[in-house]
């Protein structure tokens, strides 16, 4: 309990500091409460109206016995939301090792810590009012009790015991946090594909018996927090600095950074990148999450272009570029030591750019090859769409994502959540549309029938983003070199102490 105290402590001290958005004001305060009720509002009343929406759709079915079907589907939802949108606790817990408490209770209290979150009441909130409203009139006070205790264990504890367990998966294990993503887009994709309503089965299990669902939660609750103390134990570190990583590159791997330095224009600028983005936690965070959101997207796209196709080259059009966005605005400012050195050397800012630009053609790279898969089944005016994404994306979002890279000067937080990604300048804002461009084409396309004029129109813009690199590249590198001593002394200001 002291350990937690004292982490608490320094977490208000911390949040009451933060000038963001004006929170260490009384001001900032009041406006940052009223935007949560006006989102925990229209929530909860949407969660006490579940009941009365089934019984108009459906005025024959049990409603309790629909609710208790869906109630399981929340646990990967929030986890989501928690992993992508949720900074993970702070792996600097060096200092508190002068103080007289032990590792583990350092790690107790940064795992329930986290439950102190925005996500949490969430939880409450979706759970409480269709639990008021539909649960305890229908059931005993015994079992109301139960399911209730039930619902706030797998919505509101277990997510968090998951994101954190993700996100430790990640930083030291991106093989095993592969594996857990791929088991789980498997599972319900096949759950969907052959409608077993797996989770539907297991989620009336658990929740129509409350007493005995309340023992299953339990126990996959505790089995995960094990779990989750045991990997933080294992991923411990008293001075990342000082501590030998447990052993050297794979050859493998070295074979094929070298490669990349022989074989690609720039080629040992995008090596060293490259390597920063594996073992920055963060930006690997980026890079995988948005190939696990292109694979899902993707898979989706595939499946409803038999019947939708608008919103099947919807989805391609908007995630296609894969890790690209994610990384595009930060790959100069992974922290102010890499920026430092970078520049301290003799590397000419054309050769930085140069490298940048195909670093993220290789992040968009995936997306471009998977789109022939989409062709057997698209009249050739349809395709020429997809040949202007491809051309679009390399011509016109990879450029734009470069110029804007420098005018973001805060160097990466690697304690921050996976998609916190920093565009509060007009320059970064001015990038959305340029990555919505396809989408908005394939909506009209087909809505007006023009997919010749869409694809053209896309391609065009993009096809002449490419014949022009030599002089966009120049322009590029000389607003890099006249912005690189406002960036460094950003990344100064702002690299965390």
Known sequence: MRALRILLRHRVTRWLRDPTWG?????GQVVLLGFLLVLLAPLGLGSSMVGTVIREVNPEVEVLWVINGGMLYLVPALTLARFFVQSPPSGRLAPYLALPMRRRSVLQGQIVLVLLSVHTVFAVVVVGPVWGAEVWPALSGGEA??????????????PALGMQLLNVLLGREPAWFLG????GIVFFGLDAVLEASLLRSVSRVVFGAPLVGLFLSLLVTAGTYAVLLRVMEARFEVDRQAAPRA???????????QW????????????LTLRQVARTRRLRGLGLSGLAFMVVWYGAALGEVFRELAPSLFFVGLFGVGPTFGLGFIVFGISAGHADGLFARPHAPRRIVKAT?????????????LLPAFLPWLSPAQSS????????????????????APRLRKPVDTSASTFTISVRTLHGIAVYPLWFAPMIAAAVADAAGVWWTAGA?????GLIGLLALPWTTGMLARQLASHRHAMLAGFRENEPV
């Open 23 to 27: 929170t260490s004001t009384v001001a």
């Open 145 to 158: 009790a139960a399911w209730l205790a039930s619902a706030l264990l797998l919505a509101g504890v277990l």
């Open 180 to 183: 857990v993503l791929l088991i």
């Open 247 to 257: 052993g050297g590159p794979s050859r493998r791997r070295t074979g094929f950074y």
């Open 260 to 271: 990349i330095e022989r074989t690609l224009p720039a080629g040992r600028l995008v090596a």
């Open 357 to 369: 630009l195909v670093l993220l053609w290789l992040g968009i790279l995936p997306g471009t090859l």
């Open 385 to 404: 769409l997809l040949l202007g994404f491809a051309l679009w994306w390399s011509g016109i979002l990879v450029p734009a994502l470069v110029y804007v």
């Open 457 to 461: 129109v896309l391609g065009g813009a």
